[in-house]
């Protein structure tokens, strides 16, 4: 199931740097879970859980009024219109299944955007586990609803003031308090980073997303695209999207990084452009790291996409040269945020626009093309930062015009 | 120097051994060393010295505000080997306390090289196993050093053995299941472990996490060869604030108080 020579590494990356007391806990956890994925039970649940709740399927969208704007044929996989308004119910619902499986009562996450959190949280309410969610305090104040909507199901949301108040030191502190009650917890991991087995646990519950979307696309246009793209922070929409078409050798794969204010500034969250290998968060991988080895605070205006790591799987795929990781700039995806909203009546996730600028981009160098994007998730939770960037709030004050708005329907 | 040399005498006066921890460049670098030869000058038998890093995941909160001011205050690794240097001096066995990752990218084998021109024993490693660092292992055979890796009470007895296989000096004990930090009472989860872990080793077997006072010292010193304490010294010199001086006497007293709970256990 994993690549590599030892399970839970991808060529040089990955591995399991963990404390020992963490260990047994993951050995037992990739045992269960390998169980898991063979009993037939298991997996009719999952699928079952996918599709009378969280309403998988996506759909893959033909995105004429934006294909005719960019020049090329785009294709939105659209993760956006899941339950919780993201891919990352199938990850949590996987989890939170196995965790039933283990007999555990509680269930922890950190969140970046606050849709791990909430998906998180959907999950245990769904299921009736206990929820705790870590929150980098930035974070909190960034996504304010989604603190709310974890709230309103039951979670407790516990504000993470240590380090750069971001996703990272969310991730820490859940380590910390998995250390203090392993036995009874979960630790229901939010990407495809962290030790083994969490980068092929969470692939493997998100894989759904690019083997639906293989399938579909066949259907529609009765070929493979030319090109699959999806944002990458941790990468679990990424690998979830890209594994499927890893064997398709035409086709290209292309991750998006957040560039935030440029990757010639020190603001950016480009872990795979301009990162170094190094050990975080339990994997080799690269990392935003110092000379000392210290990690370096990330930025980027989505908090999705705001961390220093990167999954290991994607560490591997961009050094084998299978596929490309290219990095977007706020700008960039704002501009591309907008145009979406305006030639398709979609407002996507910030972490989402990341891809549909990276499509716009890539379009520009193939004209008439096929790319096929991984909407991953929808943007009501970003409104607040939406609003401020564009000027949109103060109905006095002229609104930025975000893009030529393109022509009417023919 | 070898952490074998202060457990030999420590055995020999028939008494656990008593492990004092302080992050480098806390408050500031030479503050950290006066800091140090002052837990040494009051009792403390070897010294760990925490390399601060970003990120340090089996820390509580009172370590974690100290290597954060550490990293505030620009401490390099550099920092941390020229006080190991410092604390060696006094003649008492100094190990460095480290995540993973700074030494990494220090260079495994420079690191280690460095380490042991400074006067180094050895290296703590808390965030690592033995199963996922064999670069460190193969540079501390090559350079004489001390590999210290924690055992914890979810351990294995598989995994005990491994572990304890791997040790070089002595072995880390986890009293308990979580972070740093002192707490009010010992834990009965303690001495299983020593007992799993000496079942395995004729290495000695030094217990931390939560001790921060004479009596728990005493309670562990009973079944364990050296009693580790870290957060309540860094305790110490947080509540003094600027007052070196205030910091310097309340470091001395608490040592003083530990070893002679270790005298006792």
Known sequence: MSQGTIEGTYGDFGGRFMPEALIAELDTLTAVWHEAMADPEFTGEFDRMLREYAGVPSLLYDAARLSEVAGARILLKREDLNHTGAHKIRNVLGQALLAKRMGKTRMIAETGAGQHGVATATAAAYLGLECVVYMGELDTRRQALNVARMRLLGAEVRAVASGSRTLKDAINEAIRDWVASVEHTAYCFGTAAGPHPFPAMVRDFCRGIGDEAREQCLELIGTLPDVVTACVGGGSNAIGLFTAFLDDRDVRIVGFEAGGEGIDTPRHAATITAGDIGVLHGARTFVLQDDDGQTIESHSISAGLDYPGVGPEHAHLAKSGRADYLPITDAEAMDALALLARTEGIICAIESAHAVAGALKLAKESPGSTILVNLSGRGDKDMETTTAWFGLGDPAAPVVEPVETPEGPQ | ?265
């Not at chain 2, 550490?70 to 550099?78: D, F, K, Q, S």
């Not at chain 2, 290495?203 to 580790?228: C, F, H, K, R, T």
């Open chain 2, 1 to 265: 120097m070898s952490t074998a040399k202060a457990f030999a005498a420590t055995r020999s006066e028939g008494r656990a051994a008593l492990v004092g921890y302080l992050p480098a460049g806390f408050p500031t670098v030479e503050g950290s060393i006066d800091a140090m030869t002052a837990m040494v000058e009051a009792g403390c038998d070897i010294i760990e010295i925490g390399l601060p890093y970003s990120d340090p995941v089996m820390d509580g909160p009172t370590i974690q505000t100290a290597v954060h001011q550490a990293l505030e205050g620009g401490v390099r690794t550099t920092d941390v080997l020229h006080s190991v240097e410092a604390v060696a001096a006094t003649g008492v066995p100094t190990l460095v306390m480290t995540s993973w990752n700074p030494v990494e990218r220090y260079g495994v084998e420079r690191f280690a090289a460095e380490l042991s021109a400074a006067g180094g024993a050895g290296l703590i490693t808390p965030d690592v196993t033995p199963d996922s660092v064999p670069q460190w292992i193969a540079a501390a055979d090559e350079h004489d050093l001390d590999k210290v890796f924690l055992v914890a009470p979810s351990s294995t007895d598989e995994r005990l053995a491994m572990t304890t296989a791997a040790c070089r000096g002595f072995v880390y004990a986890t009293a308990v299941m979580g972070v740093t930090g002192a707490r009010a009472t010992t834990s009965d989860l303690a001495p299983p472990l020593v007992a799993r872990a000496k079942a395995t080793t004729d290495l000695p077997i030094g217990v931390g996490l939560g001790i921060s006072n004479g009596d728990q010292a005493a309670e562990v010193a009973a079944y364990a060869d050296a009693v580790i304490v870290g957060s309540a010294f860094v305790r110490a010199l947080l509540d003094a604030g600027t007052d070196r001086e205030a910091g310097l006497a309340a470091l001395r007293v608490l040592t003083e108080d530990l070893a002679r709970g270790v005298r006792r256990g």
